[in-house]
């Protein structure tokens, strides 16, 4: 059931950069008779925007393919991977850290420098903290669940303080929601 519903996602990731690399114009640019485009509020040059979409839509058709390798590999299999993706989003989590208390370098891009948001190796901040956001929900659950989850715990507090120094809205609504979904 879940197959269908990410083939038409890779669907649509696959038009929207098919739309981004035609260059299409927006009906605003348009209406407006403008030339150029406005890529972002970073001002990267369109080149370079492309780019980015392009690495976007592979990391995004990597994970897809991943998903769709691991629903055929058995049980076993998808709870390495589970457990594997939430100890990668704790170890990020804590590059922020060392990156708050200047152990690790701080942010590249000045943007980031003015704002004072971490990314712990993230492409950026925002990255960081949605990858903490739905780290907290299944880490939650692990936490709070019975067993021998002791990694859980230090990985749940490691990525809430991920969550604050990315600083991203998007990451603290999602791990607000998937929270009390998982409680």
């Known amino acids: 059931a879940a197959d269908p519903a990410l083939r038409a996602l890779a669907v649509v990731w696959t038009l929207a950069t098919g739309v981004a690399i035609a260059r299409a114009k927006t ?85 980031w420098k003015v704002t004072g948001r971490l990314s712990g190796g993230a492409t950026d901040p925002n990255a960081l903290g949605l990858l903490c956001g739905l780290a907290i929900p299944p880490l939650l659950v692990l936490a709070l669940g019975t067993g021998k989850r002791r990694w859980a715990i230090p990985a749940v507090l490691s990525t809430a303080a991920g969550l604050v120094l990315s600083g991203s809205r998007s990451g603290f609504l999602v791990a607000v929601v998937g929270g009390f979904a998982a409680v």
Do not use: D, K, Y
């Not at 058709?61 to 589970?82: D, M, N």
């Open 27 to 111: 009906w605003w640019e348009i209406a407006r008779g403008l030339t150029g485009r406005a890529v972002n509020s970073a001002g990267l040059p369109e080149v370079v925007a492309v780019r980015e979409t392009i690495l976007t839509f592979a990391i995004l058709a990597a994970g897809a393919g991943f998903f769709f390798l691991l629903r055929r590999a058995g049980a076993a299999a998808r709870l390495r991977a589970t457990r594997a993706a939430l100890a990668g989003s704790a170890v990020a989590a804590f590059l922020a850290a060392l990156q708050a208390v200047r152990i690790l370098p701080g942010e590249t891009r000045s943007f």
